[in-house]
């Protein structure tokens, strides 16, 4: 799912710093254990993913917080966006996930 999207003027060779922190939302039954990409998207290309697992045994709802900078080099001169994708490769006994907290910010370096 995507969570989050920005965009930028860039120009060619530009440095584009990008953060993002975002909380993963997750209601659980016991013993349960999850995988989750972080997937960075430029103009609908991938440039980055971040694996994250956890596990534990109690049922309840889970909030783990996320955070990433990744540095991009500007392809082209144009306006780029910018946008965050959450997928779940694995799950075991998660009832419903979601995203809260969705922030991504991008600093361009001329």
């Known amino acids: 799912m995507a969570v989050a999207s920005t965009t930028a003027s860039v120009i060619t060779d530009n440095n584009v710093k990008v953060d993002y922190g975002i909380d993963l939302q997750n209601v659980t039954t016991a013993d349960y ?16 993913t ?4 956890f596990s534990g045994s109690v049922a309840a709802t889970q909030n783990t917080a996320i955070a990433n900078t990744y540095v991009d080099t500007a392809p082209a001169t144009t306006t780029s966006t910018y946008q965050l994708r959450v997928i779940y490769t694995a799950a075991t006994n998660i009832t419903s996930a979601s995203v809260i907290n969705r922030n991504l910010n991008l600093i361009v370096f001329q």
Do not use: C, V
Request: aromatic share 10%.
């Open 50 to 53: 971040r694996t994250s697992s």
């Open 33 to 48: 254990s999850y995988t989750a990409e972080l997937r960075l998207y430029r103009d609908g290309t991938l440039i980055d």
